[in-house]
């Protein structure tokens, strides 16, 4: 998983052209601080609707903070796009992303 990650971090600005550059970075960090730290030793293959929901539930609960120097109260974006992941996962439906990693 966290190579497909890499790949569509460095991928994905030629993909989406419109996209702004602080947009990319933003989504960079957090996908590296809170996803890759939880699926990121996983194949995509091995992911499972539960184990995206553990992943929620471990977001949610706080484990994949950052703590100490370097640590930013901010989180917005992923805590939603983590709330839209979840309920696409309730419809059965894939996640709002481009490479449906998560």
């Given amino acids: 998983?966290?190579?497909?990650?890499?790949?569509?971090?460095?991928?994905g600005p030629a993909d989406k052209p419109t996209k702004k550059a602080s947009t990319w970075e933003t989504d960079a960090c957090n996908i590296r601080r809170h996803v890759v730290p939880i699926l990121g030793s996983k194949s995509l293959s091995s992911v499972t609707t539960a184990g995206v929901q553990r992943f929620r539930r471990a977001f949610v609960d706080g484990k994949t903070r950052a703590e100490g120097k370097g640590a930013t109260k901010r989180g917005g974006c992923v805590r939603a796009r983590v709330q839209q992941t979840g309920a696409c996962l309730k419809r059965d439906k894939p996640p709002p992303c481009s490479v449906h990693a998560f």
Avoid: S, W
């Fill in 1 to 11: 998983m966290a190579q497909l990650v890499e790949r569509y971090l460095a991928d």
